[in-house]
């Protein structure tokens, strides 16, 4: 299992930036694929971003252009940054790791969430 510890929500105006933080406890290149997730009060959880073990990127069709995904390999931490914040960017945002076991066995692991409060 990875533990996943998130930090760098909290309250913003419209318009402002955050960056949240993910600290794995293992050294990311292990995991094939880490990513960020958000949840609305009353919406199904949704992809925000994701970067490979090889470092390929993707990021949702509603964040492109505002949000990017990142890494430092030897902090074992994946970062969201996110500007020119909307308040239906407003959620719970998780972080999540995907990785395979000896045969070939899929884990996903999530974070606690750190809460994203945008202002109007």
């Known amino acids: 299992q990875v533990h996943l510890g998130e930090s760098g929500g909290g309250l913003v105006q419209a318009g402002g930036s955050l960056r949240l933080s993910c600290v794995a406890s293992?050294?990311?290149?292990?995991?094939?694929?880490m990513g960020w997730h958000r949840q609305a009060p009353g919406k199904e959880r949704e992809l925000v971003a994701t970067?490979?073990?090889?470092?390929?990127?993707n990021h949702a069709d509603s964040v492109k252009g505002r949000f990017i995904i990142s890494r430092d390999i030897a902090k074992n931490t994946v970062y969201l940054q996110m500007n020119s914040l909307k308040p239906e960017d407003t959620a719970v945002y998780y972080c999540?790791?995907?990785?395979?076991?000896?045969?070939?066995?899929?884990?996903?692991?999530w974070g606690q969430g750190t809460q994203v409060t945008v202002s109007s």
């Open positions: 999540n790791a995907i990785h395979y076991g000896l045969r070939n066995e899929r884990y996903d692991d």
């Open positions: 293992v050294n990311i290149f292990s995991i094939a694929v």
């Open positions: 970067i490979t073990r090889t470092g390929s990127i």
